[in-house]
């Protein structure tokens, strides 16, 4: 038996640029002090023993060369499998238990910061470890959930808990990412208490605005949502419905949204009222043009601005899950007042990406 490893990464926050991700947009995406950690070591059986005390589950199997998937999401046996194709070995097997405190199916990436803190701990109990990257988690974990299984999905998830702090993530027509170190204070993350609805969520915004785009491009073949400007949406109002176009006018704002915020971000002295009031302005499209809102999720980020906030979102894919608001002054009042409607609050930094932890 070895040593014990111990491994953690964060959940996340998506700062600007929600729903933009998986239409090749930028975002900037934040880790927070909430995190998933796994402690193990070595087995002499070849098998993997994987303790989840959080959800009183345990998941037991044989370490095979190329691992069967028994069910959509298998993220433990995909990436054993990405790593063992890269030359990974794990014949004397591994045992570990799996922790955290990242709220669960919540817009927080609570999967995605596991998978990437698997990965993380794979590297450094295969039978000849090598530790990898922050990236190339971040690249490994991409593939495991989203490639390996064909899913619809975004790269800020896995470049944002692996790398950490706050980053600036392009995915098109290159991966570039570029870390930022805002002098930001506190933030609230209020958890709603209602489950998302990721699926219609998705198959309405996502592929409403894809269908939207292809209609568009029939009689402007060069449309591209990254250099359409508000006013050329004149053009399109009778190729689309209103609801489509609704979606394209916010995803045109949303990403002059996140322009001038990168510049603010990047600036030697932070504007913090000013950022707060993007975050707002974030929000109202999310609200009001993609519709992803709810509103117990409203009603906690007007308590939390009242309360003193300069800010806010929703977090995630939407239709429930998280809100956060920054709240660099007064984060436990601002925190109570969202439990006041409801949420479940908790006050948290920006944080760290991945890390080995002995």
């Known amino acids: 038996m070895s040593n014990k490893i111990k491994v953690s990464t964060p959940g996340r926050i998506c700062l600007f640029g929600e729903h933009q991700d998986y239409l090749g947009l930028p975002v900037i995406a934040a880790a927070i002090s909430k995190r998933v950690t796994i402690t193990g070591e070595n087995r002499n059986d070849g098998k993997a023993i994987i303790h989840l005390p959080d959800i009183e589950e345990e998941i037991n199997f044989e370490i095979y060369p190329e691992l069967p998937y028994l069910h959509k999401r298998d993220y433990f046996r995909s990436a054993l ?21 990242i709220p669960i199916n919540s817009g927080t990436s609570s999967s995605s910061a596991l998978l990437a803190n698997w990965i993380h701990f794979l590297s450094r109990v295969a039978d000849e470890p090598n530790p990898l990257t922050a990236n190339e988690i971040a690249e490994i974990a991409y593939r495991a959930e989203v490639v390996e ?6 790269m800020m998830d896995h470049y944002s808990t692996a790398v950490g702090n706050v980053i600036y993530l392009e995915s098109t027509p290159v991966i570039k990412v570029e870390t930022l170190k805002p002098t930001f ?28 785009v292809e209609k568009i491009k029939i009689a402007y073949p060069d449309f591209s949502l990254f250099t359409v400007q508000q006013e050329d949406t004149k053009e399109f109002a009778s190729l689309v419905t209103k609801e489509e176009l609704d979606l394209i006018k916010a995803n045109i704002d949303n990403r002059e949204i ?26 109202l499209n999310l609200q009001a043009l993609l519709k992803i809102s709810t509103p117990k999720i409203d009603r906690m980020l007007a308590a939390a601005k009242a309360s003193g906030a300069f800010g806010g979102k929703i977090n995630g894919s939407g239709g429930g899950g998280c809100m956060f608001v920054y709240a660099p002054e007064n984060p436990e009042e601002v925190a109570k007042s969202i439990e006041n409607e409801g949420g479940k609050a908790y006050v948290i930094q920006i944080d760290e990406g991945t890390s080995f932890e002995n």
Do not use: M, W
Request: glycine share 12%; charged share 20%; aromatic share 8%.
């Open 81 to 101: 499998n990405i790593l063992q194709r890269q030359g990974y070995t794990f014949k004397k097997g591994l045992e570990c238990t799996v922790q955290g405190n």
């Open 258 to 283: 996140l322009i001038e915020a990168l510049a603010l971000l990047k600036a030697k002295t932070l504007n913090h009222q000013r950022f707060g009031e993007l975050l707002n302005q974030h929000q």
């Open 185 to 212: 204070g506190s933030f609230v993350l209020g958890d709603s208490l209602e489950p998302k609805d990721t699926v219609g969520i998705l198959k309405r915004v996502k592929y409403g605005v894809l269908e939207a």
């Open 149 to 154: 299984f064909n899913e619809a999905g975004g």
